[in-house]
């Protein structure tokens, strides 16, 4: 039997009433902080060496895995807060707000093309997540610099860090499902 994220509570869940349900807030305002938490310190402290002289992270990635986990409102607030709480305690202030939209933007990108989430075709939404956060963060470098040429400079560190991600979310996201349906196993009545 293959498992969908929607029976384990991911993004795609059908019952969105039942997200939205008073007895399951908590529920899910916990694991929404756990996620945004573990976002910010993915995104702080794992650095890998890239080969364009900077770091990638892999905060990108657990945004990506995070609509396994929470449905759709809470992965959107997770992703942004996490994200842009890690430029602010990395001295990136300036950066934040663009983050807080960008990451928020991955969110929405999987949600729009959840239907491929639970095929083969996975890599679809998790590479237009990608390349969203790479081109917006390319517009973010023309804006702050105020030139164009600041875009392929963003994009010679950013690709790395956007196909990093989604190839790790392309591969790793069917095992979340099922660790998190191990751990929320349904109820039969």
């Known amino acids: ?4 994220a929607y029976e384990t509570g991911g993004i795609i869940k059908k019952e969105e009433e039942d997200v939205m349900d008073k007895s399951n807030t908590l529920k899910w305002m916990v694991l929404t902080a756990m996620m945004s938490a573990l976002i910010t310190v993915v995104t702080m402290m794992i650095k890998i060496p890239s080969a364009t002289g900077g770091y990638l992270n892999l905060g990108d990635f657990v945004i990506m895995i995070s609509v ?3 449905p759709f409102p809470y992965a959107l607030f997770a992703a942004g807060i ?14 934040a707000p663009f983050t807080l939209c960008i990451k928020a933007g991955e969110v929405v990108i999987l949600y729009l093309f959840r239907n491929h989430l639970e095929s083969s075709r996975r890599w679809i939404p998790f590479g237009l997540a990608g390349l969203w956060m790479m081109v917006m963060y390319g517009f973010v470098a023309v804006w702050l610099a105020q030139s164009w040429a600041a875009m392929l400079i963003a994009l010679k560190g950013d690709v790395f860090q956007g196909l990093l991600a989604a190839v790790l979310a392309t591969l790793y996201y069917p095992r979340m ?13």
């Open 1 to 4: 039997m293959e498992l969908k």
């Open 68 to 70: 396994a986990v929470l």
């Open 82 to 95: 996490g994200s842009a709480g890690a430029d602010l305690m990395a001295g990136y202030a300036v950066y």
């Open 177 to 189: 499902v099922k660790l998190v349906s191990s751990l929320n196993p349904k109820k039969t009545p």
